[in-house]
């Protein structure tokens, strides 16, 4: 299980030391959620800020594009440190193209899904991609309640890439929370963008709430399965 802490979330005022606080609280990686005010309604970072946190630390950078045609600024995500570049398939005219270009840059590549976006918008470029996001909200603004009908969603593509003999990991970001995220990773999630569901919850530490996100996913589930 990954857990991908969305920078969004920190404290804005003190992103640097949020990186530093998040590294000693166990997370994985590191989630930028960059957005356009075209894409989605919100604006958020640019590569400039990618670049000035990336002598900080290790942890890989998650570079998660909710911009149009993001292609276009690829390289320049890359340049600034991003390890993955995740592209939202609704946002390319061209998606194969554009997977292929950021797999050149050197990075790993993602493709993400709105909740709306069918499956079967996957089914020529799974050779083309590193990770899978399924959005489990519709992107652009932390803190909304989880769209019910993607949890079913995240099974069924465990089983399409099942079927196909394919162990592409499935990431899901939006509403995360320590009630929903086992429920996640039974579907078959393995990365976990955590935002303000979780690891930023007001009520707890960093290192308390990935501490106990950790608990939960690892926790075994009920087995309601009849006995004969
Ligand atoms: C939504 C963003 C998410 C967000 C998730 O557009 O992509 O990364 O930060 O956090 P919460 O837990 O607030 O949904
Ligand atoms: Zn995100």
């Given at each position: 299980?990954?857990?991908?802490?969305?920078?969004?979330?920190?404290?804005?005022?003190?992103l640097?030391?949020?990186?530093?606080e998040?590294?000693?609280?166990?997370?994985?990686?590191?989630?930028?959620?960059?957005?356009?005010?075209?894409?989605?309604?919100?604006?958020?970072?640019?590569?400039?800020?990618?670049?000035a946190?990336?002598?900080?630390?290790?942890?890989?950078?998650?570079v998660?594009?909710?911009?149009?045609?993001?292609?276009?600024?690829?390289?320049?995500?890359?340049?600034?440190?991003?390890?993955?570049?995740?592209?939202?398939?609704?946002?390319?005219?061209?998606?194969?193209?554009?997977?292929?270009?950021?797999?050149?840059?050197g990075?790993?590549?993602?493709?993400?899904?709105?909740?709306a976006?069918?499956?079967?918008?996957?089914?020529?470029?799974?050779?083309?991609?590193?990770?899978?996001?399924?959005?489990?909200?519709?992107?652009?603004?932390?803190?909304q309640?989880?769209?019910?009908?993607?949890?079913?969603?995240?099974?069924?593509?465990?089983?399409m890439?099942?079927a196909?003999?394919?162990?592409?990991?499935?990431?899901?970001?939006?509403?995360?929370?320590?009630?929903?995220?086992?429920?996640?990773?039974?579907?078959?999630?393995?990365?976990?963008?955590?935002?303000?569901?979780?690891?930023?919850?007001?009520?707890?530490?960093?290192?308390?709430?990935?501490?106990?996100?950790?608990?939960?996913?690892?926790?075994?589930?009920?087995d309601?399965?009849?006995?004969?």
């Amino acid at each position: 299980m990954i857990i991908s802490a969305s920078l969004m979330c920190a404290d804005l005022t003190r992103l640097g030391e949020a990186v530093a606080e998040l590294e000693a609280a166990g997370v994985d990686w590191l989630h930028f959620d960059i957005m356009d005010g075209q894409f989605v309604p919100n604006l958020t970072f640019g590569p400039d800020l990618v670049a000035a946190l990336r002598p900080l630390t290790k942890l890989p950078f998650d570079v998660h594009l909710m911009i149009h045609e993001p292609a276009r600024y690829a390289k320049r995500f890359r340049e600034a440190g991003a390890d993955f570049l995740v592209l939202s398939a609704e946002a390319c005219s061209h998606l194969q193209r554009s997977l292929a270009q950021v797999r050149d840059l050197g990075a790993r590549c993602g493709v993400a899904l709105n909740p709306a976006t069918p499956l079967s918008a996957l089914e020529y470029v799974l050779d083309d991609v590193d990770l899978i996001l399924l959005m489990t909200v519709n992107p652009g603004h932390a803190g909304q309640k989880l769209v019910p009908a993607t949890l079913g969603k995240i099974a069924r593509l465990r089983q399409m890439l099942a079927a196909e003999g394919r162990d592409i990991p499935i990431q899901v970001d939006g509403n995360v929370s320590f009630e929903s995220a086992p429920q996640m990773a039974e579907a078959g999630a393995t990365i976990f963008v955590a935002g303000s569901s979780s690891v930023f919850v007001p009520t707890m530490s960093r290192a308390e709430a990935t501490a106990r996100l950790r608990t939960v996913l690892a926790a075994p589930r009920p087995d309601y399965s009849r006995e004969s």
